[in-house]
């Protein structure tokens, strides 16, 4: 089955800091491009950074600055370091695949992620003091 497995979600205070890992699993990520996105409560699922297949990272506003994505071509995994966290960071925060690259350069813009595939179970980040 193909699909991905995110994990690293938690509670962390207001400043404080996590790394999400998106693991694949039955297939290689290195001919896709990939995102993260996060759902808020009660709100649609929002993308929030994006890395091309060569590796060039975007990010949308919101959180440009303080989370930077990466990928681990050996883990076949791709990261995302959260920094500075706040509360309005909290929600349900998943990985997928695209194969379109302006999708994925534009992530700030997606809203739902219909053009993106293999979506996990996702992983709850909770920023509260």
């Known amino acids: 089955q193909l699909q991905f497995v995110e994990s690293g979600g938690g509670l962390v205070q207001p400043g404080g800091s996590l790394r999400l890992s998106c693991a694949a699993s039955g297939f290689t990520l290195d001919y896709q491009n990939i995102g993260w996105f996060r759902q808020a409560p009660g709100k649609e699922r929002e993308g929030i950074s994006c890395?091309?297949?060569?590796?060039?990272?975007v990010s949308s506003d919101s959180v440009k600055g303080r989370f930077t994505i990466s990928r681990d071509s050996a883990k076949n995994t791709v990261y995302l370091e959260m920094s500075d966290l706040r509360p309005e960071d909290t929600g349900v925060y998943y990985c997928?695949?695209?194969?379109?690259?302006?999708?994925?350069?534009?992530?700030?813009?997606?809203?739902?992620?219909?053009?993106?595939?293999?979506w996990g179970q996702g992983t709850q980040v909770t920023v509260s003091s």
């Open positions: 890395i091309t297949v060569d590796n060039y990272g």
């Open positions: 997928a695949a695209t194969l379109t690259l302006s999708t994925c350069v534009y992530i700030g813009s997606v809203v739902g992620g219909r053009d993106f595939d293999y």
